[in-house]
């Protein structure tokens, strides 16, 4: 009885599949058709023309597809577009009859701007899992339903998937010719919670500039994933709505600065070449990345190499050689490194590991930072950055009190900063000797007494022994190079804001910036 059932069953099963597969192409075909019909894309719709129509496996085909009388007002950009094929996935209407489609795409794009001569090239433009607010919009556009009356809900629109690619481009500007190119730009899983991935690789450029100099930018990739769209939720539904801009601007007060410190998983910039008026830059990497780990966020940030270099015979170059030579550099190359850690449970905002921003072979500036009250800071700046956006900017009084009120919660634990000497004390020094046509230890002495006379202007609130030791370690770093390290270490937590009104007051005690200066030889 058992196989009966089951050999029945199987029977069923193939006749289904067998059967209505006609019926449901054509149920399918027909369906896309009264989507087509909805939207006036059924060849009756003036600017726009298609050769022939193809259904395969629920896509919708339309080839060769002409968009004409594009430029109506004639100020510019193509009069008529072309494209291989357009494909609907799963076109359709929905019950109360509007547009819905799983995919869209658009294949083999040619348009040629009327004006200039510009022509410009596409693969492919796609968007894949669009929701039902952003087709059925669609619909009605393209229906031409687009009046006064007509109120796109962008806000809401989520969808799985949209790509550029194969982008090329040439044309000619004041006689000097250019080219562009863009392999693919792409947005993924965007929804009002979160962006997937957006990303945009491979562009490049080459024309000239005003004088017909040849100018080139390239950049390989520059990306962010896991981005928090929600935090700007708020400000898209008012601007949505049409609201004022003091609404919008509140409603970004109130979802931007109240987001989750892990605003984004990671971010990269890759692979920058500019070339333009004698000077070439580069840079091979500037990367970023969050993590949590229960109630911290661990912050990482990177700048692998960036590179300044002139080229001596174009007169833009020529002039920025001239520049680094006299310090005796013919390239810069900047690195950086960062890393924090915020911890959501204390408030507490810290550094960790390297922090430096270096000039290769020049000089490198370490950094070092503890600081409390984010949670009560975070809380408070929705409302004080709105009262501070609003101060007359004649008052300065009420300028300062939003200031205040702005930067009170946060408190100073510690703050420092290490100048490490690579070689550029040395070449400011050889430079300015020359220049001035003395030795180098003249100049020293000379730059050591400058500096003791600046110090001695200081306003007078400033103690004495603070100036004094100062001097004493700003004159050691420029005899000796090595580091000079500045540090501030408040006795007890400073409070910004606190330390803002004394200072404004002229009653601020520096004695409780707990600030040291030393030096140290190489």
Request: aromatic share 8%; charged share 20%.
């Amino acid at each position: 009885m058992r196989y009966s059932l089951l050999t029945a069953a199987a029977a069923a099963s193939v006749a289904i599949y067998m059967l209505p597969a006609g019926s449901v192409e054509a149920q399918s075909r027909a369906a896309a058709e009264a989507a087509m019909e909805r939207m006036g894309l059924d060849g009756g719709q003036d600017g726009f023309s298609y050769d022939s129509v193809s259904f395969r496996s629920g896509r919708y085909i339309l080839n060769d597809v002409t968009f004409s009388d594009i430029n109506d007002e004639g100020d510019g950009g193509p009069d008529v577009v072309q494209v291989e094929r357009m494909i609907f996935d799963a076109l359709r209407l929905d019950s109360d009859g509007e547009v819905l489609f799983d995919g869209l795409a658009l294949e083999g794009i040619s348009a040629t701007d009327d004006m200039d001569g510009t022509v410009v090239r596409l693969d492919r433009v796609s968007l894949d899992g669009p929701n039902s607010v952003m087709t059925h919009d669609f619909g009605r556009a393209v229906a031409g339903e687009n009046d006064d009356d007509f109120e796109p809900d962008w806000n809401l629109y989520e969808f799985e998937g949209f790509a550029i690619e194969g982008l090329v481009g040439q044309g000619e500007e004041d006689g000097n010719p250019f080219e562009f190119s863009l392999a693919q730009f792409v947005v993924e899983q965007y929804s009002r919670v979160e962006l997937g991935r957006l990303a945009m690789l491979g562009f490049a450029f080459s024309g000239a500039d005003e004088t017909g100099e040849n100018v080139t930018v390239n950049l390989g990739e520059m990306s962010i994933l896991g981005f928090q769209t929600a935090a700007y939720a708020d400000m898209m539904d008012a601007a949505a709505a049409g609201a004022d801009e003091d609404a919008v601007m509140q409603a970004y007060y109130q979802s931007a600065f109240l987001s989750p410190v892990d605003i984004y998983d990671r971010f990269a910039v890759r692979d920058i070449l500019v070339e333009a008026s004698g000077v070439h830059f580069s840079m091979d990497h500037l990367t970023a990345e969050m993590e949590r780990s229960g109630s911290r966020v661990f912050s990482t940030a990177e700048l692998g190499s960036a590179m300044l270099i002139p080229d001596a015979s174009k007169p833009g170059g020529a002039q920025l050689a001239m520049g680094l030579g006299m310090l005796g550099y013919d390239q810069l190359e900047l690195r950086m490194q960062a890393n924090s850690v915020y911890d959501e449970d204390s408030g507490r905002s810290y550094t960790t590991g390297e922090n430096y921003l270096e000039l290769t072979d020049g000089l490198r500036i370490e950094m070092a930072q503890d600081m409390s009250g984010f949670n009560e800071y975070l809380a408070n700046m929705p409302s004080a950055m709105e009262t501070l956006s609003t101060v007359d900017e004649s008052d300065e009084a009420a300028q300062m009190d939003a200031m205040v009120s702005l930067m009170g919660p946060l408190l100073i634990n510690n703050m420092s900063m290490r100048f490490v000497d690579l070689s550029l004390l040395d070449r400011a020094l050889d430079a300015g000797a020359a220049a001035q046509g003395i030795t180098k230890d003249e100049l020293r002495v000379q730059a050591g007494a400058m500096m003791g006379m600046g110090l001695m202007a200081a306003p007078p609130e400033i103690p004495r022994t603070v100036l004094a030791e100062l001097s004493s370690a700003l004159t050691k770093f420029v005899n000796q190079g090595g580091s000079l390290t500045i540090d501030m270490t408040p006795p007890e937590p400073l409070s910004i804001g606190e330390m803002l009104v004394d200072i404004e007051a002229g009653t601020f005690d520096y004695n409780v910036l707990g600030l040291s200066f030393t030096s140290e030889a190489p």
